[in-house]
């Protein structure tokens, strides 16, 4: 089992910025991907940025230029810099931790954190 400890969620205005941190414990070892995903009210869960253990990254074609998904492997510990937001980015974020296998995939989510963005 993985257990993730999310923080760093608020209120901002468009174009600030905030920086999400998700610290993982238990089974690290089972961990082949860690990132970030949002669902807002009415949608569907979908992936954000994602980072693997080889330092290969994933970005949403919505956040590509503004956000920064990063790893700290000695802190256990994944992070979301996310810089001109806008109102759209409004979302619960959940930090994920995926272990991987020649035939499956197993999800660890976070409690969510919500982010806000004024216009």
């Known amino acids: 089992q993985v257990q993730l400890v999310e923080s760093g969620g608020g209120l901002v205005q468009a174009g600030g910025s905030l920086r999400l941190s998700c610290a993982a414990s238990?089974?690290?070892?089972?961990?082949?991907?860690m990132g970030w995903y949002r669902q807002a009210p009415g949608r569907q869960r979908e992936s954000v940025a994602t980072?693997?253990?080889?330092?290969?990254?994933y970005y949403a074609d919505s956040v590509k230029g503004r956000f920064t998904v990063s790893r700290d492997k000695a802190k256990n510990t994944v992070y979301l810099q996310m810089n001109s937001l806008k109102p759209e980015d409004t979302a619960v974020y959940y930090c994920n931790a995926a272990s991987l296998t020649i035939t499956t995939m197993r999800n660890y989510w976070g409690q969510g954190t919500q982010v806000t963005v004024s216009s």
């Open positions: 238990g089974n690290i070892r089972s961990i082949d991907v």
């Open positions: 980072m693997t253990n080889g330092d290969g990254t």
